[in-house]
């Protein structure tokens, strides 16, 4: 059984600091790694997605990955009240079609 | 930009009712998935298909089947719909991309209450 971890919050950060989420795998063949946002209400979104391992930026977006240690995270710099949403992490081991998700992480920056 | 179209944002039926739920991607996407969505148990995977008329079971098939007759529409149904399929359902579409990428785009969603 493939499962995607991540911590459900909520996590309350102050306008202006770093937001950090972290997601843990257990298939350590999966190649692919994606980040989503959620609005309440509302259908998920992609906003990263990252192959290798390292660092990728992305505006005030930085996704890390480290494979060894099964890890991905999504870190959100200067965050804004409109970036409070719910973060899913999905994995995809190159095998199958399909994405297998995180239950997601409830973000909420303070004004 | 790839568009993912659901074909109601809301929709209220009555149990034992049959239902239909439409999906229509514009990428020319491979692969279509239904999921659904309710508090606390996350995304779950109903039925996903990889080409015109095949389909594969997800994690929660029973209760719904679903119909693939264009690469561009993929439709789930209801039988007889009973109150605990209220939910939120979401469609996705994904294509392979450099041979890695599975990434899924999703639709609106629509959000059934049966009664």
């Known amino acids: 059984q493939k499962e995607v971890e991540q911590n459900s919050g909520p996590l309350s950060v102050p306008e202006g600091a770093i937001a950090s989420l972290n997601c843990t795998y257990s298939?350590?063949?999966?190649?692919?790694f994606f980040w989503y946002r959620q609005y309440s209400g509302k259908s998920p979104e992609l906003i990263m997605s990252?192959?290798?391992?390292g660092d990728k930026e992305d505006g005030r977006f930085t996704a890390q990955l480290n494979k060894a240690s099964q890890y991905v995270s999504l870190l959100i710099r200067d965050s804004q009240p409109s970036d409070s949403a719910t973060y899913l992490c999905a994995v995809n081991d190159g095998s199958a079609r399909q994405l297998t998700f995180g239950s997601g992480t409830q973000l909420t920056v303070l004004p | 930009d790839v568009k993912v179209t659901q074909s109601s944002r809301y929709l209220v039926k009555r149990t034992g009712e049959k239902v239909f739920l439409e999906c229509v991607q514009d990428m020319d996407h491979e692969n279509m998935f239904w999921y659904r969505q309710d508090p606390g148990l996350g995304l779950r995977l109903i039925y996903f298909?990889?080409?015109?008329?095949?389909?594969e079971k997800g994690d929660i098939p029973e209760g719904y089947s679903v119909s693939r007759e264009k690469k561009e529409r993929f439709s789930l149904i209801l039988e007889s719909a009973s109150t605990n399929q209220t939910s939120m359902y979401l469609c996705?579409?994904?294509?392979?991309?450099?041979?890695?990428?599975?990434?899924?785009?999703f639709g609106p969603g629509t959000r059934l209450t049966v009664t």
């Open positions: 298909s990889y080409d015109v008329k095949m389909k």
């Open positions: 990252i192959y290798s391992n």
């Open positions: 298939d350590r063949g999966s190649q692919s």
């Open positions: 996705a579409s994904s294509s392979p991309d450099r041979g890695l990428s599975y990434e899924q785009y």
